[in-house]
């Protein structure tokens, strides 16, 4: 395999993973065939309905339950996972988004701002938290990377994307401003992937997006990357190949973040306008 033995000895962290159509399960899977070996982490609610402990058995894991909002939880996860793990951590993903104003139907003009606060601090504050416990606890080695998933909505307007857009810019924000002083004092890299839109339980349930799958993959030369490219992706950033690589958002898309219309699109575009007799 093209990822075999890529983080043979490496360590890390994986927060997000809720079943086997998610992001960041994808990515646990890879990591463990690529030869790492990990700590999983997610909010209660999600380990009650996600299936992690299947997941935790395949890939030899510990689960730790955290509120990712929780300075106390995120300390818990880094010193439990240092315990268990023999040390510090080379690698951390950050696949945490959540939407209320999204799930109750509110649109952007006519956001809940509790809910919509709520949005900015499981999406993107949480990934500060992560970074700082692991700054504060020095808990990740030297040219270790940190990882966030991230989505072309920080940059575009997308229609139904709604106020997890700000969030995505903010986590991108942070991944910048967290990478600069990472990178200058640890050697620790900061990146984000903006992923193709991805059939996950949290990407379904914004409104529209079966459409809007069909629409990126219409747009993008490539197609959209799917949630086993994102691994395969996620793994080389893991690994000791992409050391000189900081504080991007790497688009991660088949394209289409550099596309303004592609001849899948504008054809489709034409066919709403012809006339049945």
């Avoid at 990882?147 to 106020?163: C, E, I, K, W």
């Avoid at 958002?249 to 219309?261: C, E, K």
Wanted: charge should be negative.
């Amino acid at each position: 395999m093209i990822y075999d033995q890529l983080l043979e000895g490496k360590k890390g962290i994986i927060f997000g993973a809720l079943n086997d159509k998610s992001i960041a399960w994808k990515i646990a899977e890879r990591a463990y065939e690529a030869g790492a070996v990990f700590t999983l982490s997610n909010a209660p609610v999600a380990l009650r309905f996600g299936e992690i402990n299947a997941l935790s058995e395949k890939c030899n894991s510990k689960v730790i339950q955290a509120d990712a909002t929780s300075l106390g939880d995120i300390e818990n996860v880094f010193s439990e996972s240092m315990e268990f793990l023999g040390g510090k951590v080379d690698f951390v993903l950050h696949s945490i988004g959540m939407s209320l104003n999204v799930r109750k139907g509110n649109v952007y003009n006519d956001l809940n701002y509790n809910y919509f606060l709520k949005t900015l601090e499981v999406s993107a504050l949480s990934f500060h938290k992560i970074l700082q416990t692991a700054y504060k606890l020095d808990a990740i080695n030297d040219w270790g990377s940190v990882l966030a998933l991230s989505y072309v909505a920080a940059q575009r307007s997308l229609y139904g994307y709604n106020d997890m857009a700000d969030a995505k810019a903010l986590l991108e924000s942070i991944a910048r401003s967290f990478g600069y002083i990472y990178g200058r004092e640890k050697k620790v890299r900061v990146n984000t992937i903006s992923q193709s839109p991805t059939m996950t339980t949290a990407g379904s349930g914004v409104k529209g997006f079966e459409s809007l799958v069909d629409f990126t993959e219409r747009m993008s030369p490539l197609g959209n990357a799917t949630a086993e490219d994102c691994a395969d992706y996620s793994i080389s950033l893991f690994s000791d190949l992409t050391r000189k690589v900081t504080m991007q958002n790497l688009f991660h898309d088949g394209g289409f973040s550099s596309m303004g219309m592609s001849l899948r699109a504008m054809t489709q575009y034409d066919k709403s306008f012809q006339v049945k007799d």
